[in-house]
């Protein structure tokens, strides 16, 4: 239990920064609505999507391999943490060339034209910028210094909306004014990260240890596209089935929905290094089915509370205008299919650990490249009919066959014994409180529901005192 405890700490730390980060995203969405027309914020949807996508062409997967070839405590940190530096300091100069050469294809191939190529040569930059910070992202991560990481996090997020405001509400800059802020705040991140990155860089680099490397890391990569994928080719695909323009209303909608990722994010950048650091005990299985238990419980909770509250918030007027502009109203039908998508995303997180831990990484590539064919064929199917409420269950449905592959895969190679009672049980609650709601709907009904479905969870999944009393900390 106390092994929990510590990574639910750890968790809300590193979640600090995320809390912020999305909170102050979630922020700009009402800044967007009403000083971009739709259009407008359809093309930064469409090139936030390239960002996306070309992030993990640029970090392909050498943040976890640093965490991987470091943690065992085999590898000298100074020699492990330059290999993988400058090996992605190298590889980011070259890919950014390549792109502000060919931008004006990159444009086309979004469908934004190449009128806006520029914004794809911004796009480097930014990429440029993140690519450097990935490795020392990762170092705090492993040597648990989390304030630090909030810190640095935190002060670019920051960086990164002041600028949001001022090149929008104050100049005439417009869509260009949102790329130069994101430049801004990865400088200011870069910058922060100097100290840590001189405590361990030396000119040092291993061949044989790049070598090694790269084989673990390389799965990350189509397997990160594909995730992204998930993610991001609803944009592309509703510029060519729909327009610029139901993109931009698809983008605001799924921005309020994305809260659920929060939850998500959070989690992950606590659990991957805590779970490599306890594979080995003999307490890791029956510590890993109960952390499944916890993280369902309390990511359901959420997902039910933005779905009951969100749709009440957002049509309130506050102070005589209302959180995104009426015309963007239309796509408030997606969020629950949003925030149901990171929900099984989050259990997807939950079953990585198998792969990870056998080393068998090679599946997560074809799990997320699974999601992937599953997006793009709902996508295909459902948004010629139904409009952007296609695009939505696009999401849903692929991280579900996501979740359902992995675990498929870690019963297979390394067997844990969740608690399936426990885990039907959490979602009968779940699917209680969505009829009580439906039938129900009034405010009052939905605050006593929220209220009591915590209180439920926590006695379907509570485990006594001294389950892991036995365990010793790290």
């Known amino acids: ?57 640029y970090q392909y997967g050498m943040d976890q391999a640093y965490l991987r070839f470091t943690s065992d ?19 980011s100069v070259l890919l950014s060339l390549l792109i502000v050469c060919t931008a004006p ?34 170092k705090l991560r492993l040597q648990h210094r989390a304030w630090r990481f909030v810190t640095v996090r935190t002060t670019a997020i920051v960086t990164n909306v002041a600028f949001n405001i001022y090149f929008l509400a104050t100049t ?39 070598r090694k490397m790269l084989k673990f890391a390389w799965p990350f990569v189509p397997s990160g ?17 729909t327009g610029l323009s139901a993109v931009g209303v698809y983008q605001a909608n799924f921005k309020i929905g994305v809260f659920m990722m929060l939850i998500v994010s959070m989690f992950d950048q606590a659990w991957r290094p805590f779970f490599l650091q306890h594979a080995k005990e003999p307490y890791a299985k029956p510590l890993f089915a109960q952390v499944l238990n916890y993280f369902t419980a309390f990511s359901m909770w959420v997902a039910l509370g933005l779905g009951f509250l969100m749709p009440v918030i957002i049509r309130t007027p506050i102070f005589g205008h209302y959180f995104i502009h009426p015309n963007y109203w239309y796509g408030l039908n997606i969020i629950p299919f949003v925030m149901a998508g990171y929900f099984f995303y989050g259990i997807y997180i939950n ?96 605050i006593v529901i929220l209220i009591l479905f915590p209180l439920i969870a926590f006695k379907i999944v509570y485990v006594k005192k001294d389950f892991f009393d036995h365990v010793t900390i790290k």
């Open 351 to 446: 079953f990585i650990v198998a792969p990870v831990i056998t080393k068998k990484t090679g599946i997560l590539m074809y799990a997320t490249i699974l999601g992937a064919i599953v997006s793009v064929a709902t996508n295909i199917f459902l948004v010629p009919k139904v409009g952007l409420l296609g695009a939505g269950s696009a999401i849903m449905l692929s991280y579900i066959s996501m979740a359902v592959t992995m675990f498929i895969f870690t019963q297979k190679n390394y067997p844990i014994p969740y608690q399936y009672n426990k885990l039907l049980a959490l979602a009968l609650t779940g699917t209680l409180a969505i009829a009580a709601n439906c039938y129900f709907n009034t405010l009052t009904a939905k």
């Open 225 to 241: 596209m594909a995730s992204i994928l998930v993610n991001v080719i609803d944009k592309p695909l509703l510029v060519f089935l």
């Open 172 to 210: 005439s800059y417009g869509v260009k004014g949102i790329f130069y802020a994101s430049i801004i705040a990865s400088s200011a991140a870069l910058l922060l990260l100097l100290p840590v990155i001189k405590e361990d860089l030396r000119l040092k680099f291993s061949k044989e240890l790049l």
């Open 73 to 91: 405590h085999q590898q000298d940190k100074e020699e492990s943490f330059s290999t993988a530096y400058f090996s992605v300091l190298c590889t």
């Open 1 to 57: 239990m106390k092994l929990i405890k510590k990574l639910g700490q750890e968790t809300l730390i590193y979640g600090t920064s995320t809390i912020i980060a999305r909170l102050l995203n979630f922020c700009l969405v009402p800044l967007y609505t009403y000083f971009l027309v739709t259009s407008e914020y359809g093309i930064v949807a469409a090139v936030f999507s390239f960002l996306a996508l070309f992030n993990v062409i």
């Open 105 to 138: 294809l990159w444009a086309k191939l979004i469908g934004i034209g190449p009128y806006f190529s520029y914004l794809i040569k911004l796009s480097a930059a930014v990429l440029f910028l993140d690519a450097l910070t990935v490795i020392p992202f990762a």
